[in-house]
């Protein structure tokens, strides 16, 4: 029933982002090959020696690999789901927030900490945590032992996630607040004549608004299952908690490998996109199989 | 031509006195062709370059740039080339495009390399220029001589396979010689000596840490940033492991006379076994392996000693001074020895490199550069006419070449003109300005810390390396294959059980075992590897 | 709104208030204690004492940037880069999230183009073709090297299509009952009921692009053509004093200076400050509108 008008308009809209995404994406992914090759700087992509899966096979190979593997999944599967409750929670409770001035200001400023980098961060909670810093003294206050939170394989996950939330909350709080503008307020107005308290609005017309926009949240972030923090790890772990926070892109940081074995880092970096594109695609298709709900 | 340069660079012609060298370049007006390390070129040559920035520097007076200044047009003048900048870039951003020129293949006609293994990735990526016969046939004397001076050790580091691929910088070797740094003005007060042996050192800190006399909030033990660090990383503890001849960051002869690592010696078994008594009695930084900013405790006043290279004045003194400019901080080659002797490694002299493109048509233009370059640096140009003030960052291509001692020889001076032993107008450019600091600010820092920093740095900590003391190289500077590829497993293995070991996380025997992995993992192979390459 | 004026609906009221006041406060911290480091001596800030008030208070390092003429060359080149490639990137983010968002009833080839683009998003092909591919399209070391590469931000691009997926059929129906093609229904009722997530992702790639600083360094060249954040991050290097040189020695101590850094770190973060409050304006606009045509 659509006209053909409509279509070449379609078709005319996406031309030209779809030629920036096939010029600057597109284009480049000839280096690929360079996952299954043994790249030569002076030779080039294109006559460089075909090693097939002899890249990947050296990164299955590599000492400890199963420690790091889980500490990767484990480290990005709780920030993945922390990070989403959390600026769920918060997005819903600034909704419920009548003072519209200070929303705004508290909307502001938790997204600030996103600003800053990781060393200046890392600073300010190891002064938190360390052996004599502001945790501890609280701690000792009840008698309990100071604990160096940075040196213990079992606090230091959860400062990793802890923190991560800290600073990158305030992004996901905004695309839900967003989202929460989309509920036309006479929803609420219905369900309030209804006489729907605060607790049935939110269960009945704040968060069935939002699902959808968390479940794309969710599955978009599933494409970064094997992405846990570089930069992030990198300024804060040490020697005493590589057994909980080394992480595949740590590992192979200090491997030097990166820098000398552009192959190695090419098929590392294929891995890592190829398991989220298929979690991304597995999980569409069982929403769209079993719920019947399009994610995209 | 050479002749010529001289005369409209200057007018006034080179001083008989201003050495053999700079007249060996003038004197190769007749045989123009034939080799002149200082040649200039009929027609301009233009070289590109890769620029490192130091965009912090405000030496350069107004109207010049990095690209564009006294050096850049000195080496017009003299040379008849002509800089052009491939790229510029300071700090993080500059070793980021020389890992995408390497990578790419896309090079400047030359730039300089601050690694090592930057330099070993451009000659496996079949990047560079052969540079074994320019520098025989370009080098300046003076050069020439830098490199004999320290037994052509840089000119071994810039070797694959025979040839040579790149100018080796040459450093002074003073950088990696960590000392004591302990508060005079503590030890006076509670009465007691510089610590000479461990033990001594023990109560020292222990009864630093007891009395606290800078009254700070969290008083510790010994910092260590780093256990052991080559060059200029500190603190470190080295000087406690080379009490016991332990040298983890050195090649050393094994008891079969063959290479093997420092760090599975046992007698860094026995350094480990005293750090962990050390630690466990808190004189020994109870966070030492955390700690986000190892020189936080030294400035404000939670630790009175520490380990260092020569030039603490720079950093982190000058700070500490500031915060309490009572403090009185001196350096020992301290402590000892069972023999009464005090022991440190020694680093390579070059770490940076010159590297040229390969396929350039006139290699030694860049070698000529740098002779020109390096004859000025050493004051030793009489035509330069240089204003002394103006940072050399701002040279095209910048990396030192100096000789092994160079440091030492600048404090010895320095001295012997404050003894009264030496004519002050005898001291190089550098020296005097040493010298001068030094008087201004030795009763008091804090009215000019930037000169307290560097006359405190030469002549208290350069100063104490005029002493005689064992001096220990390493067999083996370079990077094997095995090293690159198995380095982060043996990397892990080894940070996660000294610092276990030292931390009482894990029994001191503990290391027979890592030892044994060490090797099983591939250090066997790294040396196998080692004395290959040494044979 | 209607809100219940109960005791333990005020009850509720008052644990909000002090939840979401306390997690702001948290937020702040960082951001007051960098402001605080800014103001103090730099020997303060070495030795590690300023907690949350400046000490030995000095506006040294505020004088210091006004002096340096290469830092506002830098901003006006990161403003440069914010203006277009922000324009850039709403534009094309409007334009291809639009056809997206239709039904593939609708839109035939709608599925293909769509896994295309997250195809894109997931996969690179590292980062040396990537700097191949910009050298050979000649356009390194200028501002289109910037703001081209990054011109569709796909994550963005989806948010819209989910947001214009939402939005009642009616509208679209109605409008075409009247005639209106594709374009009028996009710029006329799409974009107008989409502004709060349109403001959302406008202030993302503000944010992005003042913040980038990578590719300013791979793939500028010339210090008077780096963006603030590329300037910013050659000044505070972590120094490396592995391979310091005597003569390097000497500016050691200004690189480290701590306080230096803080104040440009907040300089640069003022401009988003200032708006981001602007930006917010949308989106209590946004819901007016939708109230309107309901």
């Known amino acids: ?296 | ?535 | 709104m209607i809100h219940s004026k109960s005791w333990s609906g005020r009850l509720a009221d008052g644990g909000i208030f002090l939840v979401l006041t306390g997690t702001a406060l948290l937020s702040l911290y960082p951001i007051w204690y960098m402001v605080a480091v800014s103001f103090s001596s730099s020997t303060a800030a070495a030795s590690g004492i300023v907690k949350f008030w400046p000490v030995g208070f000095t506006l040294k390092s505020y004088q210091a940037i006004l002096n340096d003429p290469a830092f506002f060359t830098a901003f006006g080149v990161s403003v440069k880069r914010v203006a277009i490639g922000a324009g850039l990137s709403f534009l094309l983010t409007v334009l291809t999230a639009y056809p997206l968002s239709k039904e593939p009833g609708r839109f035939r080839g709608r599925n293909v183009y769509m896994w295309f683009v997250i195809f894109t998003m997931l996969f690179s092909g590292g980062l040396i073709p990537w700097y191949l591919t910009i050298k050979a399209y000649g356009l390194l070391n200028s501002i289109w090297a910037l703001v081209l590469p990054g011109a569709v931000p796909v994550f963005n691009v989806i948010l819209v299509v989910n947001f214009f997926r939402n939005l009642p059929k009616e509208l679209e129906e109605a409008g075409m009952m009247d005639g209106a093609g594709p374009w009028y229904l996009l710029s006329k009722v799409y974009v107008p009921l989409a502004t709060p997530v349109l403001a959302t992702v406008t202030l993302f790639s503000i944010v992005g692009h003042w913040n980038a600083y990578f590719d300013g360094l791979i793939l500028i060249s010339d210090p008077a053509k780096y963006p603030l954040q590329t300037y910013i991050q050659q000044l505070v290097v972590q120094v490396n004093t592995q391979n310091l040189t005597a003569d390097q020695l000497k500016s050691l101590s200004e690189l480290s200076d701590r306080t230096l850094n803080a104040a440009k770190i907040f300089v640069t973060m003022l401009p988003v400050l200032i708006v981001y409050p602007f930006l917010q304006r949308f989106f209590i606009h946004g819901i007016m509108l939708g109230s309107v045509k309901e």
Not at chain 2, 47 to 75: E, H, I, M
Not at chain 2, 102 to 109: E, F, N, V, Y
Not at chain 2, 126 to 142: F, K
Not at chain 2, 453 to 469: N, T, W
């Open chain 2, 1 to 535: 031509m050479a002749g010529l340069v001289a005369c409209s660079n200057g007018g006034k012609g080179a001083e008989p006195s201003a050495g053999s060298i700079a007249s060996a370049g003038a004197s190769g007006t007749a045989a123009a062709e034939a080799h002149d390390p200082f040649g200039k070129y009929e027609q301009p040559l233009e070289v590109s370059v890769g620029k490192f920035l130091n965009l912090t520097d405000k030496t350069l007076p107004a109207g010049d740039t990095p690209t564009n200044n006294q050096f850049t047009r000195y080496l017009e003048d003299k040379l008849n080339v002509k800089i052009k900048a491939a790229w510029q870039a300071g700090g993080d951003a500059y070793s980021q495009k020389v890992s995408v020129a390497i990578a790419s293949g896309d090079l400047p006609d030359a730039m300089v390399v601050y690694s090592y293994s930057d330099l070993r990735k451009l000659v496996e990526a079949n990047l560079l220029q052969d540079m074994t016969d320019t520098i025989n046939d370009y080098a300046s004397p003076l050069i020439k001589d830098i490199y004999t001076a320290g037994n052509d050790a840089a000119l071994k580091a810039a070797t694959f396979n025979g040839r040579v691929m790149a100018i080796p910088a040459s450093q002074g070797l003073a950088d990696s010689m960590y000392m004591m740094w302990i508060r005079q003005d503590w030890l006076d007060q509670l009465g007691l000596q510089p610590p000479r042996t461990v033990d001594e050192l023990e109560n020292v800190i222990g009864q630093f840490i007891k009395t606290n006399p800078d009254k700070a909030q969290n008083p510790i033990g010994l910092p260590a940033g780093n256990l052991y660090g080559m060059t200029n990383s500190f603190p470190t503890l080295n000087p406690l492991f080379a009490v016991y001849h332990s040298y983890p960051n050195n090649w050393v002869r094994d008891s079969e006379g063959k290479a093997a690592s420092g760090l599975i010696q046992p007698e860094t078994k026995e350094a480990l076994g005293k750090m962990r008594e050390m630690y466990a009695a808190g004189l020994i930084d109870k966070e030492f392996a955390l700690r986000k900013d190892p020189f936080e405790p030294i400035i404000n006043g939670s630790t009175g000693v520490f380990f260092g290279p020569w030039w603490m004045g720079f950093t982190p003194l000058n700070e500490a001074m500031n915060k309490n400019p009572q403090a009185k901080w001196k350096a020992y080659l301290l402590p000892l020895d069972k023999d009464g002797q005090f022991n440190t490694h020694v680093q390579s002299p070059a770490n940076m490199f010159y590297v040229v493109r390969k396929g350039i048509e006139h290699p030694e233009a860049i070698m000529k550069m740098v002779n020109v370059q390096t004859q000025n640096e050493l004051g030793l140009d009489p035509d330069a006419h240089m204003d002394l003030k103006v940072d050399w960052v701002n040279e095209p291509l910048r990396a030192p070449i100096a000789y092994p001692d160079s440091i030492e020889k600048d404090s010895e001076k320095v001295h012997e003109a404050l003894d009264g032993k030496l004519p002050v107008d005898k001291l190089t450019s550098v020296q005097k300005r040493v010298y001068d600091n030094y008087l201004k600010t030795k009763d008091n820092p804090t009215a000019d810390i930037g000169g307290w920093s560097e006359a405190f740095s030469y002549v208290e900590g350069a100063g104490q390396l005029l002493r005689s003391f064992n001096k220990v190289p390493s067999l083996y500077y370079g990077e094997t294959e095995t090293m690159t590829t198995k380095g982060a497993t043996l990397g892990k293995l080894q940070q996660e059980t000294i610092n276990k070991i030292i931390m009482g996380a894990a029994p001191l025997d503990s290391f027979d075992q890592f030892v044994k992995d060490w090797k099983r993992l591939g250090g066997d192979q790294i040396t196998a590897e080692v004395n290959e390459a040494i044979k």
């Open chain 1, 1 to 296: 029933m659509r006209s053909k008008g409509d279509q070449l308009s379609y078709h005319l809209m996406l031309g030209p982002g779809l030629l920036v995404l096939l010029l600057f994406s597109v284009v480049p992914m000839f280096g690929i090959a360079m996952a299954f090759e043994h790249y030569v700087p002076s030779k080039g992509i294109f006559h460089s020696t075909w090693v097939g899966l002899d890249n990947l096979r050296y990164l299955f190979q590599i000492h400890d690999g199963k420690q790091i593997f889980y500490n990767t999944v484990f480290i990005a599967v709780m920030k993945i789901v922390s990070n989403l409750v959390v600026s769920l929670v918060f997005a819903v409770l600034l909704n419920e927030l009548r003072l519209r001035f200070y929303k705004r200001v508290i909307q502001t400023v938790v997204y600030l900490p996103h600003f800053l980098s990781w060393i200046i961060l890392a600073g300010i909670l190891w002064d938190i945590l360390s052996y004599r810093g502001l945790v501890n003294q609280i701690l000792g206050v009840f008698h309990v032992e100071p604990i160096m939170f940075f040196a213990s394989n079992r606090w230091f996950p959860f400062i990793v996630v802890a923190s991560e939330v800290w600073k990158e909350f305030g992004f996901n709080t905004i695309v839900f607040l967003a989202a929460l503008t989309g509920i036309g307020p006479a929803l609420y107005e219905a369900a309030a004549l209804d006489g729907a308290g605060r607790l049935r609005r939110l269960r009945h017309v704040t968060l069935p608004g939002l699902t959808p926009v968390v479940i794309l949240l969710a599955t978009l972030s599933l494409g970064n299952v094997l992405n846990a923090g570089f930069d992030q790890i990198f300024v804060l772990y040490n020697p005493l908690v590589f057994e909980s926070g080394d992480i595949i892109d740590t590992y192979v940081y200090r491997s030097g490998l990166l820098d000398a074995q552009y192959g190695f880092a090419t098929a590392v970096g294929l891995m890592k996109s190829a398991v989220g594109f298929v979690l991304i695609l597995a999980s569409y298709f069982l929403a769209s199989k079993f719920a019947n709900y399009r994610i995209f």
